[in-house]
């Protein structure tokens, strides 16, 4: 499924694909407070069929505010206390800056690749 959503500063666009019980979130584009509301639905919705494993791609973003990030935060701490996982793919960039910034590199497995991240799970 691929979704284009307007966002304070700019668009962000989403191409979801589930692979077993994992999904990917290939996202491009700005994250901010509106389209965050769109990950947390998509990632509401995995976790509603007893899926908890997620992986996000940021090779293509370009901005991430306060509100994705935490929504990230969150939806790790969901997702792991239901046994699963939420794991980043492509943290570079302004992205990384905010991860840095925040402190929160660790908190997170980052893989350099999204077939690491699958062969991960």
């Known amino acids: 499924m691929k979704k284009k959503v307007l966002g304070l500063v700019g668009n962000l666009e989403i191409d979801l694909q589930e692979k077993d019980d994992i999904m990917l979130l290939d996202l491009s584009g700005q994250i901010d407070s ?13 976790m509603a069929k007893g899926h908890f494993k ?3 791609d940021l090779n293509n973003v370009t901005y991430l505010d306060s509100a994705g990030l935490s929504t990230l935060i969150n939806f790790k701490m969901k ?18 800056e905010v991860f840095e910034l925040a402190h929160l590199l660790d908190m997170f497995e980052i893989c350099d690749t999204r ?7």
């Open 34 to 46: 509106f389209t965050s509301e769109e990950i947390k639905k998509l990632i509401e919705a995995h």
């Open 54 to 56: 997620v992986i996000v």
């Open 79 to 96: 997702l792991f206390k239901q046994g699963g996982n939420l794991r980043l793919v492509g943290l570079k960039g302004k992205a990384k």
């Open 115 to 121: 077939e690491k991240a699958f062969e991960d799970f």
